[in-house]
Structure formats: structure tokens, C-alpha cells
């Protein structure tokens, strides 16, 4: 697929598929809130981004009713670890 992410991202593989198996529509919608809400230079968690519970230094950004991104913030540097399906996070996470 085309498109490109800023440098503050990293994509693991995972996330690189998920994000690649998503529709344009959907993957516009992620993009779109990865800029607006994991910026470095505007970061500041609000109500749409929430711990992992059990894991400290994970975090779970609401991207459509259904899509979650599960990512994890060193520095400026933002790793996008997977973009799964709410239900899906439910029954790994609870």
C-alpha cells in the first residue's frame, strides 16, 4: 500500500498488516487520528486514549467504534504495536 507515516511513527510488522488489510476508508480514518492524537509535538492523553490494563507503558486509541490502535510512547518516538478490532482487544485484554 501507499502511504506514507511521519518519522515519530514506528509501525511494527504487525500494525504494518493490519494496517494494510484495513479499506482506504478505514485506514484514512486511522491515519487521520494516529496525526490528530499521537503527535509528539501535541500529545496529552484525553478520553479517547487509555492505559492497557496490566501493562504500564501500553496504551489503547480509540480510531473508529470498531478499530483500537495499541501503541507505546519512547520520547518523541510513537510504536504503533497493532490496530485490532474492539472486540478483539476485549478478549486479549479483558
Request: glycine share 2%; hydrophobic share 40%.
Amino acid at each position: 500500500m501507499q502511504y506514507q507515516v511521519p518519522d515519530w511513527i514506528e509501525l511494527t510488522p504487525r500494525a504494518q498488516i493490519a494496517l494494510d488489510t484495513l479499506s482506504s476508508h478505514e485506514r484514512k480514518i486511522v491515519l487521520r487520528q494516529i496525526l490528530t492524537y499521537l503527535n509528539p509535538q501535541t500529545f496529552r492523553r484525553n478520553r479517547l486514549i487509555r492505559n492497557l490494563p496490566d501493562f504500564e507503558d501500553l496504551y489503547v486509541l480509540r480510531a473508529t467504534r470498531a478499530l483500537r490502535i495499541i501503541f507505546r510512547r519512547e520520547g518523541l518516538l510513537t510504536e504503533i504495536i497493532d490496530i485490532v478490532n474492539h472486540d478483539r482487544l476485549q478478549r486479549m485484554y479483558g
